[in-house]
């Protein structure tokens, strides 16, 4: 039996992201779909298929064993791992058919040697570094690590990459200092006669915030999640948050004024009143940071998380009177009658981005998909 406290994906809002997404770049231009992190939290299980019905064929990784994660659930399109190779791991490049970005000639001869062993080509990304200062060649050395990438026989040069390191901030002026490095470096590597089938550079905050840096093929994560990540361009951006986190009120007890709750006493009622436990916790991905600045939805009214956050539970103040029953739904993250409390909701409070928010809700919560049933509102579906 699948646990209450569980995180509900709602497909219809990833195909609405996509959708969304897709309005704001060229018709040309295609979406690697960013897939690290169990697709930031959200179940690759899930979200893969409904992407690829989306049209969404490449998808991008943080490690080679998150793409071979991929292939395992029978992924057979384009992957590729976005940093750099690590040691002992080139072989699973050509043996899994997996994509890598490269940036030394050092990082190009090894993967060109397992390639050979292997017997098959490895598709390869320049990676330069155009501001991000994490990976990368440096713009100067780039179109000799592009010639040196060429000598291989079992390498094949498919793509030119970059990465922003402020595009979330629309005003930001780095970002398109980044993208005139990008023009320059691309320039030459096509003076010099290569040619790529992928030119990118664009993550969420490169999509929506600045279109030129939309090239040949777009890399957004965060937005197909349904956040925008610029906070406050979430509102009018369209995208629709496609986890929910709920769980239920486990047992509900009328506590005197002046009882002091969960450890460290870091709450004590106002008045006599009705305090909920809930059976989620930090384990699951509710930062304890959150102790007593957190809130909750409940049969359609914000009520507030208090006390110290604890492993497996948190507590809530029902307030003096108030007809919940045991069972009845919490609502973390996720939207009731017209109210919402969303993942940058959560992570104003904890000093985070949504990022964290949603990859941090853990292995012990199920991933379910929520399945629009025609007038009959959301219901479970089975697959997780
Ligand atoms: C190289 C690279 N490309 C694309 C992305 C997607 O970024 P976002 O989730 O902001 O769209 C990431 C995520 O951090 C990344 O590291």
Redesign the pocket.
């Known amino acids: 039996m699948t646990r209450p406290t569980r995180a509900l994906i709602d497909t219809e809002a990833l195909r609405n992201n996509v959708g969304i997404l897709r309005s704001r770049i060229p018709a040309t231009t295609r979406i690697m779909g960013?897939a690290?992190a169990d697709c930031?939290g959200h179940g690759a299980a899930i979200c893969i298929p409904v992407l690829q019905e989306c049209g969404i064929d490449t998808f991008?990784v943080?490690t080679i064993q998150e793409a071979i994660g991929l292939r395992e659930i029978g992924v057979t399109d384009t992957v590729a791992v976005?940093p750099p190779p690590l040691e002992g791991e080139y072989h699973l490049f050509p043996e899994h058919d997996i994509e890598t970005v490269l940036s030394t000639p050092e990082m190009a001869r090894r993967m060109a040697a397992a390639a050979d062993v292997c017997g098959r080509r490895v598709r390869v990304h320049l990676f330069v570094d155009t501001g991000m200062g994490r990976n990368g060649v440096r713009p100067a050395d780039a179109l000799s690590v592009l010639e040196f990438c060429s000598t291989f026989d079992s390498l094949e040069i498919v793509g030119i990459a970059s990465?922003f390191a402020t595009s979330d901030e629309p005003e930001n002026p780095f970002t398109m200092e980044q993208i005139g490095i990008f023009d320059r470096t691309l320039r030459l590597a096509l003076d010099a006669g290569f040619r790529f089938r992928d030119i990118h550079i664009a993550?969420?905050?490169g999509l929506l915030n600045f279109s030129a840096s939309h090239y040949t093929l777009v890399?957004?994560?965060?937005?197909l999640y349904g956040y925008h990540?610029t906070p406050e361009l979430q509102s009018t951006s369209g995208l629709a948050p496609v986890m929910s986190l709920r769980s239920v009120i486990g047992n509900i007890t009328r506590m005197p004024a002046g009882t002091s709750i969960s450890y460290g006493r870091r709450y004590f009622t106002p008045c006599e009143t009705l305090v909920a436990t809930v059976p989620i916790g930090y384990a699951d991905g509710v930062m304890r940071i959150l102790t007593n600045n957190l809130a909750a939805i409940v049969r359609g009214r914000r009520v507030p998380v208090v006390g110290t956050i604890c492993m497996d539970e948190v507590m809530l103040d029902l307030g003096p009177v108030d007809d919940s029953q045991p069972g009845d739904e919490v609502i973390l993250i996720g939207s009731s009658d017209g109210d919402e409390i969303n993942a940058w909701d959560i992570a104003a409070r904890a000093g985070t981005i949504p990022?964290e928010i949603c990859t941090g809700i853990s292995r012990r919560v199920p991933r379910i998909e929520a399945r629009q049933i025609a007038g009959d509102g959301t219901q479970n579906g089975e697959r997780t």
Request: proline residues 12%.
């Open positions: 960013i690290k930031y991008g943080a976005l990465h993550n969420s905050g890399r957004p994560g965060l937005a990540p990022y």
